[in-house]
């Protein structure tokens, strides 16, 4: 018999083989997925994700209950991920872009994060000075969040996380120079179809651009969310009326937004987990990385972590706070 443990949502996004890692901290090992999914087939029921949303709606306990969803629809989810899914028997929903998926396309963040490591520091200022990456982000972002955070904030705040065609062009040379580029891509419309066909997977909406919506006017966000969900669907895709945000930035205008275009969950990425009151509009989901591992992983997993946070003052918010030159 399960442990009552607080009900939680995972949220993973790339899978790497130690072959080929990936750099991107939201991106992780195949030994790290494996640690998960047998921590969560321990401690919790693996469900499907409609399943749990719809316990929530109906006001049921999610107690000893859990979830997978991976954001972007990477291929390393079919390729990697999949066998480690079925030998658990683990059901899973994936939040596609339906932009990026017309063609397979690389996302902007992977290839930043993938290329830093490989780029001598005198080229890099060269690429972020080349981008008109201004000097208000390089000085305000905490220097405890990495050399990469003025650029992701940059984008986020001022292109609305969308990059810039005159710094996608950069990176694209840089990459041209080291002969190089990011294994981890988006799955095409056909693989997307391909991999809907099996019976653990489901699929719901993650944008047409993957675009900060909260940072956007009502009529993109309707935009963003209607063209994503109307394109899956029209390729024979089977897609859940249900919403990832990019970034995870939601507010409660993206959330009345996503409804009133038929959503009935907007998921965000919050390390919280389902203990006490939740609601559809705003469902928080744990974001695994690679460093989170061990003691660690099991702290937030068994929720620990949240209910310590939450009787200390000191939970933490549904979402991230908007990007600025400081934050």
Partial sequence: MKSPLPGIVVCLHGIWESSEP???SANISIARLEELLSLLATMTRVVPLADLLERIERGRSTLGLSAITFDDAYLSIRDLALPVLERHRAPACVFAVSGAAQEGARYWWDRLED??????????????????LPEAYRQGQPRGLGPLRPLRQWILAEHRGRIPGAFAEGLTRLEDELGWRTAQRSMTMGELRDLSRHELISFGVHTHTHAALALLPDSEVRQEIDTCYDQLRDEGIPILPLLAAPYGLVDSRTSRLAAESGMRSTLLVSARSLWGRVATSAVPRMMMSEPRQGFRLLLNLTGT??????????????????PSPTT
């Fill in 305 to 322: 972590a949240d209910a310590a946070r939450t009787l200390l003052g000191r939970r933490e918010p549904l979402a991230p706070p908007l």
């Fill in 115 to 132: 290329l830093h490591p490989r780029t001598q520091p005198a080229r890099w200022r060269q690429l972020e000075d080349g981008s008109g």
């Fill in 22 to 24: 990936s750099y991107g």
